[in-house]
């Protein structure tokens, strides 16, 4: 069965520093993978997605993850934060039967 | 385009009301999933249907909770009756074409039950 860990239910970091957000997943199948945001009182918005191909993906705001097969990992990094970035961040992974398995989460807090 | 809209975005009720929460898909989508984020479990998939059909709700928790979609551009979730435990954001997304397709998702419903 399909399933997605996130590291680290709280990450927090500086403005202009590098974001690192970790997903790890489970799949008996060539995964396709998503990172979704939440900002406070909003849905789910995606970043960016993984289906087949390039194994650096990048999405909307300066985010970008990259695949690795052999970790079986789908990392979430920006290079500087903006304190705009601040929000909760999903790790979904297609789960079969059109359903999306989504990680717990992780609240990325941007300090000045 | 608009997106997914959710109707209301705050409902607080007494226990043992009926809530009916709303939704309409973006147009032209034809899966239309209903989830429920708390804090303690998540985000949990309680519903989806396809080109109005229900498929599997294998989530939904209990009897008292049903939904409908009478056509392409509406959906329902019905809590009846309503309980304490039961509070929570309900979101509705929908998605184009196979079910590995991203999901757009609603601003929610918090549905606060006294």
């Known amino acids: 069965a399909q399933s997605v860990t996130q590291l680290g239910s709280h990450v927090s970091v500086s403005e202009g520093a590098l974001v690192l957000l970790r997903c790890n997943y489970s799949?008996?199948?060539?995964?396709?993978l998503f990172w979704y945001v939440q900002y406070p009182n909003q849905g789910l918005q995606l970043l960016l997605k993984?289906?087949?191909?390039?194994?650096l993906v990048k999405g909307i705001n300066g985010f970008e993850a990259e695949f690795k097969k052999s970790e079986t990992s789908f990392h979430l990094t920006k290079p500087s934060a903006h304190m705009s970035d601040a929000a909760e961040y999903f790790c979904?992974?297609?789960?079969?039967?059109?359903?999306?398995?989504f990680g717990a989460g992780t609240r990325l807090a941007v300090h000045p | 385009d608009a997106g997914v809209i959710q109707s209301p975005r705050h409902e607080v009720t007494e226990m043992g009301q009926e809530v009916t929460l709303r939704c309409k898909p973006i147009?032209?989508?034809?899966?239309l999933f209903w989830y429920r984020q708390t804090m303690m479990r998540g985000l949990e998939l309680l519903i989806y249907f396809n080109n109005n059909v229900p498929i599997d709700d294998s989530g939904m928790p209990e009897d008292r909770f049903s939904a409908k979609m009478p056509n392409a551009s509406f959906s329902t979730l019905k809590i009846q009756p309503s309980e304490p435990r039961d509070s929570a954001v309900y979101f509705c997304?929908?998605?184009f074409g196979d079910g590995n397709q991203p999901q757009h998702f609603g601003d929610g419903t918090r549905l606060s039950i006294l």
């Open positions: 147009s032209g989508h034809d899966y």
């Open positions: 993984y289906t087949t191909g390039a194994t």
């Open positions: 979904a992974v297609y789960g079969g039967y059109n359903k999306l398995i």
């Open positions: 799949s008996s199948v060539p995964p396709y």
């Open positions: 997304a929908s998605s």
